[in-house]
């Protein structure tokens, strides 16, 4: 471990092994970067020492030491063999590499950030559960690189349920999977019933300058390690949305705007089904019990006596003819 000479070095830039991973594929594409202030003590009262106020500047700037950037917080050796292993037991492809919980998620966990200078309050979440309960909410402690509380809410169990419909019939599930289930020789298919449940999220005391937040979805392994369970975050990842002629931001001829995506065990659909937003059908959140709060920032306009749906009886208007029926009437 060595110490930088704030004199003379001003910033330092080190690619981690999964940026230096990237890079060798010609996919290192930085779009944001962050700023961290983990080894700056701004009052020395934490320390236990009587500091005057205009020393505190002189004391972080020039008589801290600083050590050099770190880019491992895991043994690479380990975690080469953790990859060789997956891709061995056909996990994934060797060749789709991801980067290590501990060095995306615990090492540089608590960037600036900005509070809204109209509040006295740091910023907080706001989360409300429509159609389902929390079971338990509590905040999860983690020591790597640095001791991290993450709030975290067990949801009680969904319940999904198999059964047997004929499409020929009104349909009276109304909580059924949207799949496309290949109907048998006498008309019955096999549909899924599922519970919903709808999170309403939002962030106190800052200031809304972003349209939506971010959703990353997880795969948790555990893995004994020394007698010590040690949790493996495995990153899933989203189906890119395709908008009329546009695929990934590049406007395309219309032969070419579909695209064949199989979906595997790496892809969130493959698991779940996540609508946000007005992506949600205002049916669904009515049957739920949600109720638009306009103090909310994303709030839904929502009125249950408009927007629910009755189920539709169109079906029964007509009833079949009974074949070989002799034509009367006149000539139109």
């Not at 319940?159 to 349909?171: G, I, L, M, P, S």
């Not at 899924?192 to 939506?212: A, C, Q, V, W, Y």
Request: glycine share 4%.
């Amino acid at each position: 471990m060595t110490f930088k000479n704030q004199k003379e070095e001003v910033m330092e830039i080190e690619l981690t092994s999964y940026g230096k991973h990237l890079l060798s594929k010609g996919k290192f594409r930085p779009s944001f970067y962050a700023f961290f202030d983990d080894d700056v003590l701004y009052d020395a009262e934490y320390t236990g020492e009587a500091e005057v106020q205009n020393n505190a500047q002189k004391r972080i700037l020039e008589e801290t030491p600083r050590t050099r950037v770190q880019v491992s917080y895991s043994g690479i050796e380990t975690e080469v063999a953790k990859q060789i292993e997956s891709a061995r037991a056909n996990k994934k492809d060797l060749k789709e590499s991801f980067q290590s919980t501990r060095e995306k998620h615990y090492s540089l966990s608590a960037p600036l950030g900005n509070s809204s200078v109209s509040s006295d309050y740091a910023p907080s979440w706001d989360v409300t559960l429509y159609g389902s309960e929390f079971t338990q909410q509590r905040r999860v402690k983690t020591g790597d690189h640095q001791t991290t509380q993450i709030p975290q809410m067990e949801v009680k169990d969904s319940v999904y349920e198999t059964f047997v419909t004929n499409k020929r019939q009104t349909q009276s599930v109304s909580n059924v999977f949207d799949a496309n289930f290949e109907a048998y020789d006498n008309g019955n298919s096999i549909e899924i019933g599922h519970d919903d449940f709808i999170l309403e999220i939002d962030e106190l005391h800052t200031d809304s300058m972003k349209e939506n937040y971010e959703i990353e979805v997880f795969i948790v392994e555990e893995d004994t390690v020394d007698s010590e369970t040690v949790e493996t975050l495995i990153p899933l990842s989203f189906k890119k949305q395709q908008r009329g002629n546009v695929v990934n931001g590049i406007l395309v001829e219309e032969r070419e705007k579909r695209q064949t995506i199989a979906i595997d065990e790496t892809y969130v659909e493959y698991y779940l089904d996540i609508d946000i937003d007005t992506d949600i059908r205002k049916d669904r959140l009515c049957d739920l019990g949600y109720s638009t709060d306009f103090s909310k920032r994303g709030y839904i306009k929502v009125d249950c006596k408009v927007d629910r749906k009755s189920p539709s009886r169109m079906g029964e208007v007509y009833e079949e003819l009974e074949q070989n029926l002799p034509i009367s009437g006149d000539d139109c």
